[in-house]
């Protein structure tokens, strides 16, 4: 069986807008919770950085995470594909 990969790329785009539209609610609504929260994740210190939540930011990023899913979940696909053809 073959992904199509367009209709994987629309899916995984739509999942992680949710995501990220999600975690910058959590980041304007509380946001030193949240870094505290990463930064457990992560394992490390974010206390000390700034949060910086503007419209202009929320887009940029909006944009840079949605092409760069994009392309990840696009390159996920054809990589599949490739396998089940062996």
Same mark, same amino acid.
């Given at each position: $069986? +073959?992904?199509?990969? +367009?209709? #994987?790329?629309? =899916?995984?785009?739509? *999942?992680?807008?949710? !995501?990220?539209?999600?975690?910058?609610? &959590?980041?304007? $609504?509380?946001?030193? %919770?949240? $870094? %505290? &929260? &990463? !930064? #457990?994740?992560?394992?490390?210190? #974010?206390? $000390?950085?700034? *949060? %910086?939540?503007?419209?202009?930011?929320? *887009?940029? !990023?909006?944009? &840079? @995470?949605? !092409?760069?899913? /994009?392309? =990840?979940? @696009?390159?996920?696909? @054809? #990589?599949?594909?490739? /396998?089940?053809?062996?």
């Amino acid at each position: $069986m +073959k992904l199509d990969p +367009k209709a #994987l790329v629309r =899916a995984t785009v739509l *999942v992680m807008v949710l !995501g990220y539209v999600l975690c910058a609610a &959590f980041v304007a $609504m509380a946001p030193r %919770a949240t $870094m %505290a &929260f &990463f !930064g #457990l994740a992560l394992h490390t210190d #974010l206390s $000390m950085l700034p *949060v %910086a939540l503007s419209a202009r930011s929320f *887009v940029a !990023g909006l944009l &840079f @995470w949605s !092409g760069l899913t /994009a392309i =990840a979940a @696009w390159l996920t696909a @054809w #990589l599949y594909n490739r /396998a089940v053809q062996s």
